[in-house]
């Protein structure tokens, strides 16, 4: 029983002493609205919007002055000069003087050919089975590190899938490697 009554004690003690600091009325963190009042009065009179001057109405706009999307006259100067030498370009810069014959259009890039297989892939989704993630292209599957082959334009592109997150999907062609959302919806 002895040992019953000094923890009751205790108990007894703090709540006879923090009984009345419980009751007591809580501290406010605010300053009395007479000791605001001086900072609030300078604040207003800080943020005051002062009415900018009127601008005259004849002045140029100084990011798109008059005249300012006409070409340069030295660059039609010297582009007269280049299509009467019959090089360089037009002066409407379409490409050389004298015809479009001699024109050499470029074959596209390993970059621009990825971009375009990319674009044109049918993913319909993507789920992770087993642990690993898995790509849905039309009505196959592809697995990260698998090696595939689309058909372009009358020729065949072998594509590696590298990675595959939850919205997206990364391909590489030759070492050029992009990256592209995954579109739901049906394979065509």
Wanted: charged share 20%; with cysteine; hydrophobic share 35%.
């Amino acid at each position: 029983m002895k040992h019953l009554v000094r923890p009751c004690a205790a108990v007894g003690f703090a709540f006879l002493f923090l009984a009345p600091l419980a009751g007591a009325k809580p501290v406010s963190d605010l300053v009395s609205p007479e000791k605001r009042r001086p900072t609030v009065d300078l604040a207003q009179r800080l943020t005051r919007v002062i009415e900018p001057a009127p601008v005259p109405a004849d002045l140029p706009h100084p990011f798109n002055p008059p005249g300012f999307d006409q070409p340069d006259p030295e660059e039609l100067k010297a582009a007269a000069a280049a299509s009467n030498r019959g090089v360089g370009p037009s002066p409407g810069g379409a490409g050389p003087a004298g015809g479009g014959a001699s024109q050499h259009v470029r074959p596209p890039g390993e970059h621009e050919i990825l971009e375009s297989l990319a674009a044109k892939l049918p993913t319909t989704g993507s789920v992770v089975l087993n642990g690993e993630p898995v790509l849905f292209l039309g009505r196959g599957k592809v697995k990260v590190g698998d090696k595939f082959t689309v058909a372009y334009n009358g020729q065949d592109y072998e594509l590696e899938l590298i990675a595959i997150d939850r919205t997206t999907f990364t391909l590489r062609y030759h070492g050029e490697e992009i990256t592209r959302s995954i579109k739901l919806g049906k394979s065509p």
